[in-house]
T-cell receptor, first 115, second 114 residues
Framework: DAGVIQSPRHEVTEMGQEVTLRCKPI?????LFWYRQTMMRGLELLIY????????DSGMPEDRFSAKMPNASFSTLKIQPSEPRDSAVYFC?????????????FGPGTRLLVL | AQSVTQPDIHITVSEGASLELRCNYS??????LFWYVQSPGQGLQLLLK??????LVQGIKGFEAEFKRSQSSFNLRKPSVHWSDAAEYFC????????????FGAGTRLAVHP
């Protein structure tokens, strides 16, 4: 299996621009998670989906952030407009459903720099 | 509230020495516990997990962890550290089984001296 795939791996943009991060989860996994990692705040869960439906978006910082999962193999995290404080590494992770599993498998991350 | 504490921000060990990374959690129900490792510029890789049963769990890369309910701890150990183990290590507790929410500790950065 190819694992969780994220693109782009690096993104540099200017304040006010729209940024779209992409994620392809592991095939067959029912759960998809978006995290943000910064030095100051560590790893933060932004939102997660179950069977393509958003379940908990309480970690999304503000209305500038939005996430979608149009099908089981693709999700996007969009920031519009971007701000310098959004600079971070954004991880996507997926997890199989059912009992007894629970482990989340992470992608390599997208390193975002907003100038 | 649920939380995970990793008391050591930085640890330095010599290659070949033993290692123990500490993790304490606060969670009212039976915990699902995980250790992840993150190498520089990489995503998080699952080392091992505990759901139930034997409290000593074996993982990849020669790591093991022991769940101690009385101490609310899930410490990670390795008998002999290799230079390639230098990385950041995260302990996490899973809510409702872990496949919906993980609460991560702040991480412990491990340096290995030759």
């Amino acid at each position: 299996d190819a694992g969780v795939i994220q693109s782009p791996r690096h993104e540099v943009t200017e304040m006010g621009q729209e940024v779209t991060l992409r994620c392809k989860p592991i095939s067959g996994h029912d759960y998809l998670f978006w995290y943000r990692q910064t030095m100051m705040r560590g790893l933060e869960l932004l939102i997660y989906f179950n069977n393509n439906v958003p379940i908990d978006d309480s970690g999304m910082p503000e209305d500038r952030f939005s996430a979608k999962m149009p099908n089981a193999s693709f999700s996007t995290l969009k920031i519009q407009p971007s701000e310098p404080r959004d600079s971070a590494v954004y991880f996507c992770a997926s997890s199989p459903g059912g009992t007894g599993s629970g482990a989340q498998y992470f992608g390599p991350g997208t390193r975002l720099l907003v100038l | 509230a649920q939380s995970v504490t990793q008391p050591d921000i930085h640890i330095t060990v010599s290659e070949g020495a033993s290692l123990e990374l500490r993790c304490n959690y606060s969670y009212g129900a039976t915990p699902y516990l995980f250790w992840y490792v993150q190498s520089p510029g990489q995503g998080l890789q699952l080392l091992l997990k505990y759901f139930s049963g034997d409290t000593l769990v074996q993982g990849i890369k020669g790591f093991e962890a022991e769940f101690k309910r009385s101490q609310s701890s899930f410490n990670l150990r390795k008998p002999s550290v290799h230079w390639s183990d230098a990385a950041e290590y995260f302990c996490a507790v899973g809510l409702y089984g872990g496949y919906n929410k993980l609460i991560f500790g702040a991480g412990t950065r491990l340096a290995v001296h030759p």
